[in-house]
């Protein structure tokens, strides 16, 4: 966009001529201005950039260009070389175009004319020569990546004062507040006017305090600086952290304690504590980057996936421990850029800068902070329509005012001034202001509670929530484990041993071993060179085997006896030792610390050792690789070259480690013992998981029950395999994965206890108490979920569980041949493609398999025979046809030999537990009406992946659902974001995984949400109905004045409005939350029948009161009417009167029984007598205004500008003060909620009549079938794959759909949530 000059002028002159109404409204509204002064511009000559973000907010940003020089790849980097555009990568960019949006950058590209963001650029040399990347940038690249990055700092621009106050002044509120206070002069209100300008100076200057503090809290988050050393031109330098760009390698150093940018490691080990990121306070390890790493980021994301952020550090971490004993990927080339250590590390740690500035994640975190997501709760939106409601009413008295005035006779002057002045009595400005009183307070006291929050505007969400997801490790259960103990393998009669309840008694009894016969030295040690002559025979620690009743070593591909399950125990997991602390997965140290073992780790200052001694065999010093980590028993000695023929050496070196994937649900290591000829490989995870990659016949004959016996009394069963491995040092290094956990013996099962926390019980029998849904989404074993389940309540005792198992076809995959059940393939979770069948799920109670789920409708049966014998198995169907077949075969069956559980049915006491495999399968392939149900007959998620954790959420969500998340942070970071209230149990203050964060450890604190949401809610609405009733309450009283020429006087609206409205509205909001969640949630839509009824009603009571008010007071003693004292004086509005007084004095009583009536207590907050300010204001203003009424001084009479009354209608206000008291009781209390569902119900009756017989619109009624299936289609189903027994309506209801719809039916609502719409069908519970 350009400006126009002819549009510019026109908007400047219609400015001139409105007075500046034309260009404050097109502030308010930017599309207005853009299209008044802009005009449309090719994006590359334009000067203006104008960005509609994702929620329709408008903003036009200047674009700035600046000479370059630079090629196009160095300013799009790896974008230029995919598709047509790539021939024009070296072409030179001589300008540069580029502007920025809420800390954002884009560039303008010429060839593809439109702006790119920078954020995702990433140097193409990264992925095409990975090996240059070690050179770090040279000084002329250094100056173009200026020009494009600019500094790597995230500084926020602090506004003027000025600027502040403008910006603030111009607010909607305030020019509401300013055109008031200039009508209230012009009628010579000036003490009113003057007050409520006072008013409104302080809540300015209040607000630019709190902006100014706010903003400089922020800055000093962001502000980081540190000196680096960064390679420039091949030379080490000097430098500061602003200076660094993408590209740019620098030392890591344990001085620098925060880390300035995002990196990814290229040499050494670091140890980094990321809680700001995922709220995780447990130290993540982060290993050198491998090459094939940069073909799979997206730096477009603010995060990465577990296997790629392993290798970065992130911007604002901190940084625990950094060491220089691991080889990046260059290998021995990088070594060469260095002076020679003679060690075979690598001098430094250092690391490549991927992302700098607001490009980083910690950018991410504090964008989110300057510019949260709007709120579109609905009552923000249904507040400003009842806002135009009320502005409707104020012009309808506007122009009834102005005919009145005319008939009277009045002035111009004082027809235009109250009649204007009647619009800012029935739009209050003060209302948007109240309503984030409930949320202050709120935010307040969770503040006292140790939770924070970075998004206000979901405190009121939270009083919404009906289900709750909860994470099980570290949430429901402790966050350490016990090893209960370890299950070995009897080889020979192929089934388990005893439970060996302590792993390192597998020590007792042994002797000392015998000298080891290489140089393995047990700190720093070197792997793959040997210093010969020494002995290899073991005895004592060298001998231990994996079991004590292994006799035998049968005929196998693999033997057995090479691997030991102790080894397993101590070297597989990601334990690192900082400050003689073991850090790391609290799993992974517990299994560790229960060998009894030592970690020692390499030490930088003693690296050398061992490579003195090869340099002494005459090998090159770069061969030598250093060991990362050596485990030994506690009573081994340590290996020194000073004694190399010690006899109680035993060690073991840990050479590569492949890191947990949450995928593939299982982590590996290769490891060495002290002189053996073999390496070892230790692979744990998952039973399921790990027993699909073992020879089967190495897996117990009694591994499913073992199993089965461990997961049903809540026990987390982690399976170890292994294999040996001769393999030499390089082709280690480049070994891959899939090679290495593949063709593995069983070795046995690791048991572990996880105890449930003390608080999850009573905390889910609240929950449930109060009618919200609980649900656990776990990575742990179905089995395992459903038994902590159960203990904790959230499955009752007398509920049936369904588990699902989903049965494949066989699938020929590489390596069956030999023995080893691998894992199915990706194309194994689909349910159809071009070759047909592929699975089916068939449910089965977890305790009593001849009760089944029918697989669409998800009603309980009974069998008459076990299912397995009717299911084809992996091992039988081949072919799509044949799988079909099978699937029709028991479908057949289910429904010809199975009968209706009619008692389950009727109670509905049954849910289902879903794996994470079936999940999957649903998802992509089950017809939409089955994964509703499955969804709302779930209580159980197990298997669950991190980004299945957050499809879970958006899924519940999808069928109306508000759910929260309660996690730890780590592995449900995209859970908690997708959340509609997303609650973090960490230490972090603040941090981009939740909006919410506890630092408490147990989930009590869902419970302290869920009530302070609820309270929060319920004070916006009681607070709102005060303020839209005040307003009206004034409205009817000046409206009755104004019938003959009255008014109200400056001194009574300043009484009403500061002394009576501002205090009541303030204190309203301090009633704290109740302590018990009510079952019944409060309203959370302010056009809801529920909410209109009551302020109608409200609104007809006290205008009913005042009318007669108005009246009898003209039948009182001593009335005189109303007359002016100077008859030609028609330029004001007559203020004393006995009417004025009469509905000024009832009109105060009003204000205060209003305030008390909406004062909402229990069951969402507690007592209003708790609420101390509130009790005292209330009588106070009680007393006052009796006193006023009763025996009213002369003073008061005449600031209020009050008319003697008699003392018997003095009495009669009293009367009728008590009465619209009491009414408004009633009516709130009984009668508006009695009526509002009748009042809905006659609504519905008269809009079908008249679109009926006026619009003569036909009504049928739709079947069940529809009504399920209304959602939005699966995009990923197949359709033509959907059985006809899921989608099929029969002959009835067709007919039946045909009739004409009842009086009753007509009633009924029918735009119900698609969930509630499935309970009904499912005869579930509505709450549930």
């Known amino acids: 966009m350009s400006y126009s000059l002819l549009g510019l002028l026109m908007y400047r002159l219609m400015g001139i001529l409105t007075l500046g109404i034309m260009p404050l409204l097109c502030r308010w509204v930017p599309r207005w201005r853009i299209w008044w002064t802009m005009r449309a511009e090719r994006l590359g000559d334009a000067e203006f950039a104008v960005v509609t973000d994702e929620f329709g907010a408008v903003t036009v940003e200047r674009v700035q260009r600046r000479p370059y020089g630079g090629t196009l790849e160095s300013v799009f980097g790896s974008l230029t070389r995919k598709g047509p555009l790539c021939k024009h990568n070296d072409d030179i960019v001589h300008c540069l175009a580029t502007f920025a949006h809420r800390y954002y950058g884009f560039v303008y590209h010429p060839y593809l004319e439109k702006f790119l963001p920078n954020t995702c650029w990433r140097d193409s040399a990264w992925t095409r020569a990975p090996l240059s990347m070690r050179s770090g940038l040279s000084c002329s690249v250094q100056e173009l990546r200026q020009t494009i990055f600019g500094a790597n700092d995230m500084h926020i621009a602090e506004k003027p004062l000025l600027r502040l106050l403008f910006d603030e002044v111009l607010n909607p509120f305030y020019m509401f507040q300013a055109g008031s206070v200039v009508l209230w002069c012009f009628d010579d209100y000036y003490y009113y006017a003057a007050c409520i300008l006072l008013i409104s100076v302080a809540g300015i200057a209040e607000t630019l305090v709190e902006t100014r503090r706010n903003t400089r809290k922020i800055q000093e988050m962001a502000r980081f600086t540190c000196a680096v050393r960064v ?45 700001m990121l995922t709220g995780e306070s447990v130290p993540v390890a982060k290993v050198p980057v491998a090459p094939v790493v940069f073909g799979k980021m997206r730096l477009a994301s603010s995060t990465f996936g577990a296997d790629i952020a392993k290798h970065v550090l992130f911007a604002g971490t901190r940084l625990v421990r950094v060491k220089k004993t691991s080889l990046g990927f260059g290998g021995s080339r990088w070594l060469d850029l260095e002076q020679h250590t003679g060690r075979g590390t690598p001098a430094r740690a250092t690391a490549m800068v991927l992302r700098t500035g607001f490009n980083t994640t910690k950018g991410a975190l504090v964008r989110s902070i300057l510019f949260p997501r709007p709120n579109k709760f609905k009552f923000y939106e249904d507040s400003f329509r009842f806002i135009g409601v009320l502005a409707a009413i104020a012009v309808v008295g506007f122009l009834a005012s102005i005919g009145n005035f005319l008939r009277l006779g009045l002035t111009p002057h004082i027809i235009t001034v109250r009649a204007l002045d009647l619009i800012t009595v029935v739009v209050p400005p003060a209302l948007p202001a109240t309503m984030s009183i409930g949320v202050s307070f709120a935010l307040s006291r969770l503040r006292k509670r140790q939770i924070y929050c970075i998004s206000p505007t979901r405190i009121n969400v939270c009083g919404k929530l009906n289900v709750v997801v909860f994470d099980k490790t570290g949430t429901l259960t402790e966050e350490g484990m016990a090893v209960l103990g370890v299950q070995t393998v009897d080889y020979d009669a192929c089934m388990f041993n005893e439970l060996q309840e302590d792993p390192s008694a597998l020590l007792e ?287 009752p005792d007398d509920m049936r569980v369904y588990v699902p198992r989903l049965v494949r076809r066989k699938e020929t995959v590489p390596g069956a041949a030999n023995g080893a059940v691998n894992a199915p393939t990706a194309q194994t979770t689909t349910s159809s493609d071009s070759d047909g069948v592929r699975a089916m799920v068939v449910w089965e109670d977890a305790d009593d398999e ?183 309450i004034q409205f009817t009283s000046v409206s009755m004045l104004y019938e003959f020429g009255g008014g109200l006087g400056d001194f009574q609206f300043l009484y009403i409005d500061l002394f009576v409205i501002v205090p009541l509205a303030v204190f309203m909001g301090r009633t704290p939350a109740f302590g018990r969640i009510a079952p019944k949630r409060p309203t959370a839509n302010l056009m809801s029948k529920k909410v209109l009824v009551s302020l109608f009603g409200q609104i007809a009571i006290n205008s009913i009161i005042q009318a007669i008010m108005f009246r009898r007071v003209k039948q009182s003693d001593g009335y005189t009417p109303p007359v002016r004292s100077d008859p030609t004086d028609l330029d004001s509005l007559l203020i004393r009167s006995f009417e004025n007084t009469a509905l000024f004095l009832v009109s105060s009583f009003q204000y205060i029984l209003v305030a008390i009536v909406f004062s909402i207590g229990p069951p969402y907050r507690q007592s209003n007598l708790r609420n101390r300010g509130l009790v005292i204001t209330c009588i106070l203003l009680v007393v006052f205004t009796t006193y006023v009424v009763l025996q009213p001084t002369e003073w008061i009479s005449n600031v209020f500008e009050m008319v003697d009354l008699s003392t018997s209608f003095r009495r009669t206000i009293i009367v009728w003060a008590l009465a619209n008291f009491a009414m408004s009781w009633v009516g709130e209390t009984w009668l508006f909620p009695w009526l509002a569902p009748n009042a809905a119900k006659y609504a519905r009756i008269a809009c079908y009549i008249i679109r009926r017989f006026v619009f003569r619109s036909e009504y049928t009624q739709v079947p069940m079938a529809e009504l399920g299936n209304s959602g939005a289609p699966n995009k990923r189903r197949a359709a033509d794959n959907t059985d006809s027994l899921s989608t099929t309506v029969n002959e009835c209801d067709l007919e039946d759909a045909r009739r004409e719809l009842t009086w009753e039916e007509i009633s009924q609502k029918s735009n119900i949530k698609p969930f509630k719409r499935i309970l009904r069908d499912m005869g579930i519970p509505s709450w549930y």
């Open 231 to 275: 390679l420039r031109d091949g030379a080490w330098r000097d430098s500061r952290a602003e200076d660094m760009l993408p590209g740019d390698v620098f030392e890591v150093v344990p001085s620098m304690h925060i880390l300035p940018c995002d990196a990814v490691l290229l040499e050494g080990d670091c140890i980094v504590n990321e809680s």
């Open 509 to 795: 009894n042994a002797a000392a071993p015998s000298a080891p016969s290489s140089a393995f030295s047990s700190v720093g040690s070197n792997y793959g060179t040997g210093l010969g002559g020494f002995g290899t025979g073991f005895g004592g620690l060298a001998s231990l085997d994996r079991s004590s009743s292994m006799t035998a070593t049968p005929q196998r591909a693999t033997d057995p006896s090479k691997l030991r399950v102790l080894h397993g125990l101590a070297t597989c997991h990601t334990v690192k030792q900082v400050d003689g602390e073991l850090v790391g997965d609290p799993l992974d140290i517990k299994m560790f610390e229960s060998t009894g073992w030592v970690l020692e780790e390499s030490d930088d200052n003693v690296m050398g050792v061992a490579n003195h001694a090869i340099a002494a065999t005459g090998q090159r010093s770069r061969a030598a690789m250093p060991v990362p980590a050596v485990v030994r028993p506690p009573q081994s000695g340590r290996f020194s070259l000073s004694a190399p023929t010690s006899d109680n050496v035993y060690e073991l070196g840990i050479i590569r480690t492949f890191d947990f994937s949450a995928a593939l649900r299982r982590q590996s290591v290769v490891a060495k013992r002290l002189g053996a000829r073999y390496n070892e490989v230790y692979v744990k995870g998952a039973p399921e998981a790990i027993r699909e990659l073992c020879f089967s016949d190495t897996i117990p004959r009694d591994f499913d029950r073992t199993l089965l016996g461990f997961t049903n009394h809540g026990y987390r069963v982690i399976a170890l395999a292994g294999k040996p491995l001769k393999m030499s040092w390089p082709k280690l290094q480049r070994l891959k994965r899939d090679a290495v956990e593949q063709d593995l013996v069983f070795l046995g099962f690791v048991v572990f206890e996880n105890k449930l926390k003390p608080t999850s019980a009573p905390v889910l029998d609240e929950l449930r108490g109060a009618k919200i849904r609980q649900l656990m989404c776990t990575g742990d074993n179905v089995l395992t979920a459903i038994s902590v389940g159960r203990e904790c309540r959230m499955v």
């Open 850 to 1032: 001849m009760r089944v789920l029918d697989p669409y409708t998800l009603e309980p049966r009974i069998a008459t025979s076990p299912p397995r014998d009717r299911l084809v198995t992996s091992d039988e169907a081949t072919t799509g046809e044949e799988m079909a077949q099978q699937q029709q075969q028991y479908l057949s069956w289910l429904h010809n030999y199975t009968n209706e559980d009619m008692e389950l049915m009727g109670n509905g006491k049954y849910c289902v537990a879903v794996t994470g495999e079936v999940f999957r399968y649903l998802m992509d392939c089950a017809p939409e009406l089955t994964i509703g149900r499955v969804l709302m007959r779930g209580a159980i998620y197990a298997r669950m992946s991190p980004d299945e954790k957050a499809e879970l959420v958006e899924s519940l969500q999808r069928i109306g659902y508000c759910a929260g998340f309660c996690g730890d942070g780590a592995n449900d970071c995209g859970a908690l974001r997708a959340a509609d209230v997303g609650l973090s149990l960490s230490e972090a203050e603040a941090s981009v995984a939740a909006p919410l964060t506890s630092h408490s450890t147990d989930i009590c604190c869902v419970l302290d949400v869920i009530r302070e949401g609820r309270a929060a809610l319920v004070t916006s609405f009681s607070c709102f109905k005060f303020i839209a009733l005040y307003s009206m």
